[in-house]
């Protein structure tokens, strides 16, 4: 499929790339629109200490989704570049761990956050 006549980009990728963007749009929305609910004083105690438990797996889970997601392109990149490039593979496994630290690093942190309250 040719788009804009300078790239081409199969089609079941183009599609998994606007579901995506549709999923983390309606997420989006969803937390924007559900933080006046989370402002109000008062009277639901309980109820309100469910949806912020409740909302910081969910946050907790796109942490871990993003992390995977992360880590799975550096592989698949480093992969390929040592099939390219096999003479300079430990340059590209020692950058891939690297890379790959620091995504944990921030996801143990972001983890964190979600987690306390």
Avoid: H, W
């Amino acid at each position: 499929m040719e788009i804009s006549g300078k790239l081409s980009v199969p089609v079941r990728g183009a599609r998994l790339v606007n579901q995506f963007r549709n999923v983390v749009m309606v997420l989006v929305a969803f937390l924007c629109l559900a933080t006046p609910a989370f402002a109000q004083d008062g009277g639901a105690a309980a109820g309100s200490a469910a949806v912020a438990l409740s909302l910081s797996g969910l946050g907790a889970g796109l942490v871990i989704l993003g992390a995977g997601y992360g880590i799975g392109k550096i592989g698949a990149s480093a992969v390929e570049s040592i099939a390219r490039q096999p003479e300079v593979s430990g340059n590209i496994q020692t950058a891939m761990i690297i890379a790959a630290a620091l995504i944990e690093g921030a996801t143990f942190f972001a983890l964190i956050v979600c987690i306390m309250k």
